[in-house]
């Protein structure tokens, strides 16, 4: 079925390092692509969107680029704080009335 | 403008007792949703309602029911709690658009003993 997969497990990493989670979707159709952050204890927000190949969301110096050649939507931030520790999750919007698909999410800590 | 509010925040069933879950929007919003939260399961989709006096059935809808009754409000009913209903129940609103942003609640976190 529609879908979209994170790479499995936890992410820690030291400040100022370079941060990737990956994402893959099912390619039934070109989703809008998202990506969501929770930080500890709050709901989830809207990091970043693409709607279409070859988009590039941007926001809080996280990237991703909607791939439609590879299926994916990686997320990036070249240097990472410890105020990026969170949980990030990828979505993808497959079945109309803006429902969304989410992938399992990826813990990120950040150590100083 | 307070967005998405959720009540309550935390709360304690024993199995078999009732609860409802009452999440409010002022954004205007034609489209809610409930969402439960689970270690390791990313959010999966119990109800969403696309207007006043709609409501669907999502990915996991047993054991809940949902009411839309008024446009800024969307509840969620637990009948007859069960411990599997142990969760943190997330609401969220969008202008239903392709490719809107939905926004999401503070999150109720639910156990069922």
């Known amino acids: 079925g529609d879908s979209v997969t994170q790479m499995e497990g936890p992410v820690t990493l030291s400040e100022e390092a370079f941060l990737t989670i990956n994402c893959t979707y099912t390619?039934?159709?070109?989703?809008?692509l998202f990506w969501y952050v929770q930080y500890p204890g709050e709901g989830l927000q809207l990091l970043l969107k693409?709607?279409?190949?070859?988009d590039k969301g941007s926001n809080k110096g996280f990237e991703a680029t909607y791939r439609k050649e590879t299926t994916s939507f990686h997320l990036e931030k070249g240097s990472v704080q410890v105020s990026d520790s969170a949980v990030y999750f990828c979505?993808?919007?497959?079945?109309?009335?803006?429902?969304?698909?989410f992938g399992k999410g990826n813990q990120v800590v950040v150590i100083p | 403008n307070a967005g998405v509010t959720q009540t309550p925040k935390f709360r304690v069933l024993k199995t078999g007792q009732s609860m409802t879950l009452l999440c409010a929007q002022d954004?205007?919003?034609?489209?809610m949703y409930w969402y439960r939260q689970d270690p390791g399961m990313g959010l999966r989709l119990i109800h969403y309602?696309?207007?006043?006096?709609?409501?669907a059935k999502g990915e996991v809808p047993d054991g809940y029911n949902v009411s839309r009754l008024k446009k800024q409000n969307f509840l969620l009913g637990l009948e007859s709690a069960a411990p599997s209903q142990t969760s943190v129940y997330f609401c969220?609103?969008?202008?239903?658009?392709?490719?809107?942003?939905?926004?999401f609640g503070p999150g109720t976190r639910l156990l069922v003993l």
């Open positions: 954004m205007n919003h034609e489209y």
């Open positions: 309602s696309v207007g006043e006096g709609t409501t």
């Open positions: 979505a993808g919007e497959y079945y109309g009335n803006n429902r969304l698909a």
């Open positions: 969220a609103s969008s202008s239903g658009l392709a490719g809107e942003t939905q926004y």
């Open positions: 693409a709607t279409k190949a070859d």
């Open positions: 390619a039934t159709g070109y989703p809008s």
